[in-house]
């Protein structure tokens, strides 16, 4: 093997263990948003899985459950789009430099 092929793999390695321990950090942080005002707030973890639903009785009005339902999807989404954000920023930044065929970072 020659030298450069060698280096590559350690650092692609390298890689791959960094990116498994921001994996790991990722599932333990929770982000949070909220729609209508604070009426539904939802919990997501970095690994994408919503870990909490809270609803405001107020929000909870049997004539109108199309206007909880679309509560309920306006704060998923959000989250769910904080979380990735936050999973870009970090796992981005461990291949950056690095050309992998493959990789959307």
Known sequence: MN???QKMMKQVQKMQADMAKAQEELAKEVVEASAGGGMVTVRVTGALEVVDVKIDPA?????DIEMLQDLV???TNEALATAQDLANKRLGGL?????????PF
């Open 3 to 5: 030298q450069n092929y």
């Open 59 to 63: 929000a909870v009005d049997p004539e």
């Open 73 to 75: 999807l306006a704060a």
């Open 95 to 103: 291949t950056s430099g690095l050309n992998i065929p493959g990789l």
